[in-house]
């Protein structure tokens, strides 16, 4: 079965740098592209960015452009994220996410498996 | 950036009765060329991530029970439950992924009345 595995929870401080890692099996993992999520306490969900699937092409959203990294090594079928500069409100759990096929491989589709999430504590 | 509301922030409904939850995006999410509404809504309980129930706005997730349904065009969406179960306890989100950023609605928490 599907399944995204995600590395454990981070305590970094104010300027530091954090490199989140999701494991998956369960599925053609060059076929599929990778969404990243966050949720700060009592937040609502925040979209990151996506890597696409073939070529590897990645979008991040405005917020976090500049500070977000999202790569993959496709011989582990790893995706990662590494956010950097971080400071106090990027204290958050941290989700990847797939995209089904159905969605062409592009970075407009909805979510149909989530990593368990990875709670980063920025604190000094 | 599309935002996008959710309504009611939570509710309190009897087993067995129906809940419904509002969602209204600030730009329409119909995409013309194919017709689709770039609009999904997941459930998500305490300590777990989103869980999808439904996308295109109305097509629901394989293993989704059938009191999940969702409607709507454009700008405004309904996710409805038939008949709510002690098990549907849960805060629920609604999703546009009509255009980048992707964004959310603030989530409607559901309990028991």
């Known amino acids: 079965q599907v399944q995204l595995v995600q590395s454990g929870a981070e305590v970094k401080k104010p300027g530091a740098s954090v490199k989140v890692s999701c494991k998956t099996s369960?599925?053609?993992?060059?076929?599929?592209?990778m969404h990243w999520v966050r949720q700060a306490p009592g937040q609502r969900l925040e979209w990151m960015g996506w890597i696409n699937a073939g070529n590897e092409n990645t979008r991040y959203s405005p917020k976090f452009q500049g500070r977000v990294t999202i790569t993959r090594d496709t011989s582990a079928s790893t995706d990662y994220m590494e956010l950097s500069s971080l400071r106090s409100e990027d204290t958050a759990v941290y989700y990847c996410?797939?995209?089904?096929?159905?969605?062409?491989?592009?970075?407009?589709?909805?979510?149909?498996?989530w990593g368990q999430g990875t709670l980063v504590t920025v604190s000094s | 950036d599309i935002v996008v509301t959710q309504s009611p922030d939570s509710l309190a409904v009897s087993l067995g009765e129906r809940a419904t939850i509002n969602c209204k995006s600030s730009r329409s999410v119909l995409y013309s060329s194919d017709n689709k509404n770039y609009l999904a809504w997941y459930q998500q309980k305490p300590g777990q991530p989103p869980n999808l129930l439904i996308y295109w706005a109305s097509t629901r997730e394989s293993g989704v029970p059938d009191r999940f349904s969702g409607s709507g065009s454009e700008t405004d969406f309904t996710l409805t439950i038939s008949s709510l179960q002690a098990e549907d306890v849960a805060v629920y989100y609604c999703?546009?992924?009509?255009?980048?950023?992707?964004?959310f609605g603030g989530g409607t928490k559901v309990e028991i009345k």
């Open positions: 996410a797939r995209s089904p096929l159905s969605c062409d491989n592009t970075a407009y589709c909805h979510f149909d498996h």
């Open positions: 999703h546009q992924y009509y255009t980048t950023p992707l964004t």
């Open positions: 369960g599925y053609t993992f060059t076929r599929y592209a």
